[in-house]
């Protein structure tokens, strides 16, 4: 039972455009969101997070937004770059077991 | 060096085989953790250790052991591994114990395994 599911594992954006990612979970005991980032060969790197008291967190060009009602985050790029292309992974935990549950990633391509 | 590094970052192994994959955190961090990463599923965790002690045991077989002898190392022996077992093998560190704040995990690049 995959609790935490990122439904498209590919997508392709124009350079300058917007990236929307998107991640949907199950478990309502999920309290904190966390997108990682990850290029061939190299490990995921932690990109940005988010609470659940919180509904919207920004850092420069990367904003997550959390949509409890509908377990729902997504993560927006604006504006992408080639740099931004790789896989995109959500993982969620929840307070007190702070295990991170990923899903599968979606593979963003940055077309110039 | 800086991060997390593993080694080795390639391992072919037959199903007869003993082998270690080794890790190492140059941050100062208190957990590390394992992770496998199949194709096309999300990441498993398969243990923690906090502060060199075991704290979580994913049901992972008995053919992986893990081993750390200090918070900065971390070790996965494998032995009569089986073909399933093939994967990208992940491992990873937090700044505080799994239960304290340790969401934010820095992982290595990964040992690529496949077994033959």
């Known amino acids: 039972d995959q609790q935490v599911k990122q439904n498209s594992p590919s997508l392709s954006v124009q350079e300058g455009r917007i990236s929307i990612l998107n991640c949907d979970y199950t478990?309502?005991?999920?309290?904190?969101f966390l997108w990682y980032k990850k290029y061939p060969a190299e490990g995921p790197t932690f990109l940005i997070s988010?609470?659940?008291?919180?509904d919207k967190n920004e850092d420069g060009r990367f904003t997550v937004f959390l949509n409890k009602s509908a377990k729902h985050l997504s993560l927006h790029i604006v504006p992408s770059q080639p740099g931004d292309s790789a896989v995109y992974f959500c993982?969620?935990?929840?307070?007190?077991?702070?295990?991170?549950?990923f899903g599968t990633g979606t593979r963003l391509t940055i077309i110039p | 060096e800086t991060g997390v590094t593993q080694t080795p970052r390639h391992l072919v192994m037959g199903m007869t085989n003993k082998k270690s994959l080794k890790c190492e955190q140059h941050l100062g961090h208190n957990a590390m953790y394992w992770y496998k990463q199949s194709a096309k599923k999300p990441l498993e965790l398969m243990f923690v250790y906090n502060f060199k002690e075991q704290t979580e045991n994913n049901s992972v077989p008995s053919r992986f052991s893990p081993e750390c002898p200090n918070s900065s190392h971390l070790f996965l022996h494998l032995h009569t591994l089986q073909p399933e077992d093939s994967a990208l093998y992940l491992c990873?560190?937090?700044?505080?114990?799994?239960?304290?704040?340790?969401?934010?995990?820095?992982f290595g690049p990964g040992t690529r395994l496949t077994v033959t």
């Open positions: 993982a969620a935990s929840n307070f007190g077991n702070e295990k991170l549950t």
């Open positions: 990873a560190s937090s700044q505080q114990p799994l239960g304290q704040g340790s969401n934010e995990q820095y």
């Open positions: 478990n309502s005991m999920f309290d904190y």
């Open positions: 988010i609470s659940s008291i919180k």
